[in-house]
């Protein structure tokens, strides 16, 4: 069975800084895209960025710039490193992940970690 376990999440100041970081464990045989989504109270949950195995990048326009996902495939794991935050990055932050375990290629999900930025 596949879990997927963020941490980092925490209140910072705005123009502050966070790295979320996303473990997936179990019986996984490969992982492709992994990716970081948010969803903020009484919002959608949108996409902020995801990155490929080789290592290609994607972000939203609201965090290109300030963002940064990256991966370590040995630890099975994604990170998201966040500067300059503001008050609307305030989420949940959910990991997803494009894994290839025993029941086959499936998409699973995090319990998300609370990002909070305020003063």
């Known amino acids: 069975q596949v879990h997927i376990v963020e941490s980092g999440g925490g209140l910072v100041q705005p123009g502050g800084s966070l790295r979320l970081s996303c473990i997936a464990s179990?019986?996984?045989?490969?992982?492709?895209?992994m990716s970081w989504y948010r969803q903020a109270p009484g919002k959608q949950r949108e996409m902020v960025a995801t990155?490929?195995?080789?290592?290609?990048?994607n972000y939203a326009g609201s965090v290109k710039g300030r963002f940064t996902i990256s991966r370590d495939n040995a630890k099975n794991t994604v990170y998201l490193q966040m500067s300059s935050l503001k008050p609307e990055d305030t989420a949940v932050y959910y990991c997803?992940?494009?894994?290839?375990?025993?029941?086959?290629?499936?998409?699973?999900w995090g319990q998300g970690t609370q990002v909070t930025v305020s003063s």
């Open positions: 997803n992940a494009d894994i290839r375990g025993v029941t086959g290629r499936n998409h699973y």
């Open positions: 179990g019986s996984i045989f490969s992982i492709y895209v």
């Open positions: 990155i490929l195995g080789g290592g290609n990048t």
